[in-house]
Each structure stands twice: as C-alpha cells, then as structure tokens.
Nanobody, 122 residues
Framework: QVHLVESGGGLVQAGGSLRLSCAAS????????MGWFRQAPGKEREFVAT????????YYADFVKGRFTISRDNAKNTLYLQMNSLKPEDTAVYYC???????????????WGQGTQVTVSS
C-alpha cells in the first residue's frame, strides 16, 4: 500500500515555473515506478511523465518535453515535477501515481494522490 500526497500547485503567470512534490508513505516507495498525470476542466486525464524505481529512466509526453523534468528522491520518499516555461494550456489538476513499471497508461497505475491544482494565467 502506498499513500500519495501532492503539493506545490498554485497560480503562476505564463512563462513562470512551479515545482510539484508528491510525498509517499510506506517503505516500498523505492520499489515503484512513479508517474505524473493531469486533468484539465472538461478533458480526460492525460499522461505527463514517468520515472522508474531508480530514477535512471524517464519518459515524457510530447507536449512537456524540454519544459518539465520528473525526478525522485527515494531517501525522502518524494517525487518531483519541475515545470518551466508554463503555458495557459498547462492549467489542470496534477496527480502523482505509483505503478510497477514506467508506464504511460492510466490503468497501469495502482495508487493515486488526490491532486494539486496548477493554474497558469496569460
């Protein structure tokens, strides 16, 4: 069982930056791959980025490549998403999730956080 809590969301102007954090409970965090997803109003939840258990492998959705960076600190049981050059279309609720592999499909993830709101103004 993994309990996930996101933080770091907020309101930022276009071009700005935010860093999201996802704190995980339990001693098994380091055995899970982790992912970030987001859901904008009126849209389905979509994949943003994923990282394997050791942090050596990452994958990104095309629309965030070069702007967002996923990372993790297993000693702190924490996942991060550094978001730079934010755009109004990045406005969404961002969720972290845990899976047995670095997948990009929502159904592959077993545990989810409650989400944190990111709003980018133009």
């Amino acid at each position: 069982q993994v309990h996930l809590v996101e933080s770091g969301g907020g309101l930022v102007q276009a071009g700005g930056s935010l860093r999201l954090s996802c704190a995980a409970s339990g001693r098994t965090f380091g055995t899970y791959s982790m992912g970030w997803f987001r859901q904008a109003p009126g849209k389905e939840r979509e994949f943003v980025a994923t990282i394997n258990w050791g942090g050596s492998t990452t994958y990104y959705a095309d629309f965030v490549k070069g702007r967002f960076t996923i990372s993790r600190d297993n000693a702190k049981n924490t996942l991060y998403l550094q978001m730079n050059s934010l755009k109004p279309e990045d406005t969404a609720v961002y969720y972290c999730a845990a899976a047995r592999g670095p997948f990009d499909k929502e159904y592959e993830y077993d545990y989810w956080g409650q989400g944190t709101q990111v709003t980018v103004s133009s």
